[in-house]
C-alpha cells in the first residue's frame, strides 16, 4: 500500500478534481461537522471552476431556496444575514460558520469575474423538513406523522431528483458534498433492529444509489476520512474504519506524506476488510472497494476538530423554534424548557471531537 501510494496518490484537492476526467457526479461523503471537511469543499470551489465543473450540490441547504441561493452568490456584497437564514431553513441546528463560508467562498470566486463569466453555482439539494410534529418517540415511528416532516419526500429522494434536474438534465458535472451515508453508489448501507441488533435490510435508496442506478459507472464516491459505527450498531462506540489498518498505515508516514486522496476501488486498499464495523455486515465478503470508490485522509483522528457554531445563533426570539425543529424526541433534548445557552451548548458539543474522539490515537 506505501509503494501504490507514493505512485498514486495526490493532494485531496488536485485528486478530487481529476476524476471528473470520466465521471460526471463526484460524491464526497464526510462524517459530518468536521471542520478540515469543511475547509476542503472552501478550497475547492476555485480548482472546480478552473477544471469547467461549475456546480457544487451540498446537502445543507433545501432545494427550494435555490433561488436565493442563486442572488446570494450573484450579489455585489455577500450578505451574510442571508446565507444564515438559508442556513437555519434547512435545519435550525447546522449554524455553523464553516459551513456559511462554503456560500461567501463561492460568492468570492464569482465577485472576482467580470460581468459576462459564467458563474459559480452552490445547488441546494435537500428536502424541506418540518420536526414540529415529532414530540415523542413513536411519533417517530409513525409513516403518517413522518409524511407531515417530509411534505414533499424524503431527503435522499428530493436530492437525487435535484441532482437529476439541476444538473443531469443540463448535461452538466458536479461535485455534491453530503454525510457519507447519502452518498453511496455500489454500497447498500445495514439497517439493523434498535431493539435486537439483528439486521434487518439493506439500504439501497440512498441519494448516491439512486443517480447510480441512472448513470452507472459515471458517478464516483470518495469517502473523507473518519470512524465507522461499530458491528453493533451505532450505539456503542465508534471504530477505526477499515479495521484501523489505514490509520496505523498513515501513522507511519512523516506529516508531509499524509495528506492525500487515493483510489480505493482497483487498488492495494480496496481488498481491505471492516470486522469491527457494522458495515461488513452488508456482505459476507465484505472488502473495502465494496464501500467506496476513493479517499481522503488529511491527519490522524487524534487531531480532529470541530467547525465553530456561529455565534449568537440561537436567541430568545427564535428558541421555541429551534426546540420544535429537533429531530430528537428524547424529553432532554425537545423540551419547551431548554435555554439559549443550552441549545447553543448542545450544538458545541456536538462538535467536541477532542471529546468524541478521545480513544482514537
Not at 206 to 221: P, S
Request: charged share 25%; proline share 6%; with cysteine.
Amino acid at each position: 500500500m506505501l509503494a501504490w501510494l507514493d505512485e498514486h496518490a495526490s493532494s485531496p484537492e488536485e485528486y478530487i478534481a481529476s476524476k471528473f476526467v470520466d465521471h460526471d457526479i463526484v460524491f464526497l461523503g464526510e462524517y459530518h461537522r468536521i471542520r478540515h471537511d469543511a475547509l476542503l469543499v472552501q478550497n475547492l470551489i476555485p480548482i472546480l471552476y478552473r477544471d469547467g465543473i461549475y456546480i457544487l450540490g451540498i446537502e445543507f441547504l433545501r432545494a427550494r431556496d435555490q433561488p436565493d441561493v442563486d442572488d446570494l452568490l450573484a450579489g455585489d456584497t455577500f450578505d451574510e444575514a442571508l446565507a444564515h437564514h438559508l442556513l437555519w431553513s434547512q435545519w435550525p441546528f447546522w449554524g455553523y460558520e464553516e459551513y456559511a463560508d462554503i456560500l461567501r467562498a463561492a460568492w468570492l470566486l464569482n465577485s472576482s469575474f467580470p460581468p459576462e463569466a459564467r458563474r459559480f453555482r452552490v445547488v441546494g439539494l435537500n428536502a424541506v423538513m418540518d420536526w414540529s410534529h415529532v414530540w415523542t418517540k413513536e411519533a417517530r415511528a409513525d409513516p403518517e406523522i413522518m409524511k407531515r416532516v417530509f411534505p414533499e419526500g424524503d431527503s435522499d429522494e428530493i436530492m437525487a431528483e435535484t441532482i437529476r434536474h439541476e444538473i443531469l438534465s443540463k448535461k452538466e458535472k458536479a461535485l455534491i458534498y453530503s454525510g457519507i451515508n447519502h452518498a453511496y453508489t455500489r454500497f447498500q448501507q445495514p439497517i439493523l433492529n434498535e431493539a435486537t441488533g439483528e439486521l434487518v435490510t439493506l439500504n439501497s435508496t440512498r441519494m448516491g444509489n439512486r443517480i447510480f442506478a441512472e448513470i452507472g459507472e459515471r458517478a464516483f464516491t470518495i469517502f473523507l476520512h473518519a470512524p465507522w459505527p461499530a458491528v453493533t450498531g451505532y450505539t456503542d462506540p465508534a471504530v477505526y474504519p477499515a479495521d484501523g489498518v489505514i490509520d496505523a498505515l498513515f501513522a507511519t508516514l512523516p506529516p508531509g506524506k499524509r495528506r492525500v486522496g487515493f483510489d480505493v476501488k482497483d487498488s492495494p486498499f480496496g481488498q481491505l476488510r471492516a470486522a469491527t464495523s457494522l458495515w461488513a455486515r452488508a456482505a459476507k465478503d465484505f472488502r473495502l472497494e465494496m464501500y467506496c470508490d476513493g479517499w481522503i485522509y488529511q491527519m490522524p483522528l487524534s487531531r480532529y476538530e470541530g467547525v465553530q457554531v456561529i455565534p449568537g445563533w440561537f436567541n430568545e426570539a427564535n428558541r421555541l423554534e429551534a426546540i420544535a425543529q429537533s429531530a430528537n424526541p428524547d424529553p432532554r433534548w425537545k423540551n419547551r424548557e431548554r435555554t439559549v445557552e443550552q441549545l447553543m451548548d448542545g450544538m458545541a458539543s456536538d462538535t467536541d471531537f477532542k471529546r468524541r474522539f478521545a480513544r482514537f490515537h
